[in-house]
């Protein structure tokens, strides 16, 4: 394990005093409990919650100036959120009535902040032997500490509508002119001043003076207008804007320019939004590729909200958008551990002690120009340090080991689904001279619902890389399921998948075709209709998941706004493609699904892209879904679609509604990764793969129909080595084994078999040790071993051997 930095993000609650005593305890301790993790890494950060970005905004360059700084828990500034006549159960509401976490706090002075960078870097050096980086904070909002620049003196700042009327700060804003003395506005602020420059110029007093090496723009600041829901500049929910899309760019752009002129040299980490790049660009014209282009900044950490709302579709689908492309070289992971401001330990409530939010997560790889796999290399928690300033040893003891455990098998080869993401032709679409959001939306919104719904995708590979590849390596790309978005393909991107395809390798499409290409329509055999909106009724030969007690509706809503337009997907004439899934309506019938299968076997499928939206859009930045029980979950029908390539993944719950598991599948050492996060442990997964059932190590495996029949715990992170094809039904069981044998390291042991045909895929350090036995079910004696020996076969996936035959005990040893 190499990381390239450890960022312990801190807020100012564990300093129970000023004075620089306490500052060396709270640092030791921190930096103790911290150290086995932190030994693995070039560098150390500290990140700095003081307070919300206002002690920078209000800094005057007197370093006895008294500053705010984050003691509530809760909204500090709550504004107009607070009722009239609060019940005495509001008033314990601290999203209404925030709570000092002391009730002796209080202001504290720049020059103690000044005196606590100098602390942290002094004893961070002394115990952990590395350098150590000072980081600062910027939050939009209102929730950490009471403002009286954003909220009152300069309230013009503060123009989107995130919590209350007027609650975040926008990042192009301009503020009215101020006679008072800043840092960097000596003689005060002139009127129409761009906030990019207020800022900029003011951390660049503030961080010289104090001692901060870099700054963090928080929740999604940089990245639009409206960074905490789906609407922005450019869409309202009822309709998009191409049109104000250049303009809302610029001035994205002015902040960035303004804000970087101002700082020069500046560091910049950013949390970005909690959606997808390419909801960002069509909703607030967001210009992440100039972003990513022309300044200094880490891409987007994966947003902490999957342990809020448990989307950990919408986590993962956002995080491998913002990374396939990381011009700075950085590659950002952060944990959700302790929360400062809110009184939760998502580590001990609301993950429940669970690691489903590091293995799934850090099972994502994204794949560079040279066709090689890369991971996080820095690892951020957010924080280490509780709501109430308390440093607990348990959340460290805990994290630190499944974090080993998930960078000691991390992705080092491609998944075998890879997403295709355009990265430049989604900015093009939106930024270029006819611009069209609209199909944008409606893609990146269901590929996340899609992951929401098992769809086992976990690596990323951009455009540019994918044609930097295809011109070399194409072989490379032929071997995973491409999964691609229809609106992102133009004429040179489609040349390059057709060279793929030319290989053998198949594609899955999906996205509304009136974003397609012409030549893309044809190779998919699809024309146009006229476009049905409203309810729909679904019809399909897929095999869908099962449910115990009644069933998923079988109509749904079509919104055009958020899904593309209506349908209009038809058949062309002459089509050879088999149509599995089709809306209906008035007699009418539409295309959700099908699959086309080339000269040389390659398979070209097709999804269009539709969420079961609510009719009821509503007043507010979310967009509303539909339960299954009311609508088709249509997000599904991608992972309903690959056994058309030979895997399946086919989950049974109890009800119609129940929360089915999320599935990431990577490789690594030549093995299989499985990561499995079940929000309702009560569900079932039928898995089968192109090699057979999977065995999962340390686990029983029931086996039926061809399937493996896994009924997960809440988390699961296990390897797989062992593919079984049987007819019989069986329970299989994988233990990892002593090695039974001088010069042997491992062995697998496999119990249950029963005229199986297995396959397995031994780790590159076996070579020539590597052996493999059988014996009967009634036991195993290291005197009496029957060698097999192996047909060895090469998958798109690596090296495998095969057996037939195989009865009872099976072993791998090497």
Sequence with gaps: ?????????????????????????????????????????DMVSVMLWTADGSEILQYTGDLQQPMEWAYWIGVANPGPLVPENPTPRMRENSHLFPKKYRPDVGPRTYAWLKQLTSVLREVGKRITGKPIRIGTTFDNGPEFAISDFKYSRHKEISQAHTIYPNSFVVCTAKLHADPKPYAGFPDGIPEGTTLG????????????????????????????????????????????????????????????????????????????????????????????????????VAPPVNSPWAALNYNTGLELAAWMSHICEVPSGKFPFRFYTHDPWFYNSPWLDRYGREPWDIFLPLSISRVNREGKVEIPDTISFLSVDDTLGRLPDQVPNEVIPHLMEAFDNAPDAI??????????????????????????????????????????????????????????????????????????????????????SALGGSILFYGPIVAAIPELRQWLELATAEPLTGEVSIQT?????????????????????????????????GSNAQVLASAGKGGAKRVLAQLSTLANGAKIGYVRSLSPCSPDIGKGRDLRLQQPSVAYPSERLMRYMLPCFGWQFREKGYRPDTLLPRINLSRHNNAFRFAVFAPDTSATVLVNTPMGAPILTEQETRLENGYALWQPAKCVHQECRCFVRQDAPTVVSAKIMRPAYQGYTSRRHYTGLIDAEVRFFPPAEAGEKLSFTTSKNGGWSMLSDNFLTPAWEDTPYGRCAVFTGVNGIFHAEW
């Design 1 to 41: 394990m190499h990381l390239k930095n450890v960022t312990l993000e801190l807020s100012s609650k564990p300093f129970y005093n000023d004075s620089e005593a306490e500052m060396i305890r709270v640092a030791e301790i921190m930096f103790q409990q911290w150290l086995p993790l932190t030994k693995h890494a």
């Design 197 to 296: 420059t207020f800022l900029g110029r003011q951390y660049h007093c503030f961080a010289k003076d104090l001692g901060f090496d870099y700054i963090w723009l928080s929740n999604g600041m940089g990245f639009g207008h409206e960074t905490w829901g789906v609407t922005g500049a450019i869409f309202d929910k009822q309709k998009f804007y191409p049109e104000k899309a250049k303009k809302a760019a610029q001035d994205m752009i002015d902040f960035w320019d303004d804000f970087t002129s101002n700082a020069p040299n500046v560091v910049i980490e950013t949390r970005g939004s909690n959606f997808s790049a390419g909801l960002e660009i069509s909703s607030d014209a967001c210009p992440l590729r100039h972003i990513y282009h022309n300044y200094d």
């Design 415 to 500: 998944a075998p689904f890879l997403w295709l993401y355009p990265f430049t032709e989604y900015d093009e679409r939106v930024l270029g001279a006819q611009p069209d959001p609209a199909p944008i939306f409606s893609e990146d919104w269901f590929l996340g619902a899609a992951i929401q719904n098992g769809l086992p995708l976990n690596t990323v590979v951009s455009s540019d890389s994918f044609k930097a590849i295809a011109a070399t390596r194409p072989e490379l790309m032929a071997q995973p399921l491409l999964i691609v978005p229809i609106s992102g393909v133009n004429a040179e991107l489609l040349a390059a998948l057709k060279k793929v």
């Design 541 to 573: 030969s897929l095999a869908e998941d099962l449910c115990e007690n009644g069933a998923v509706a079988r109509i749904l809503q079509v919104v055009p706004q958020f899904n593309g337009g209506g349908l209009v997907e038809v058949p062309a004439p």
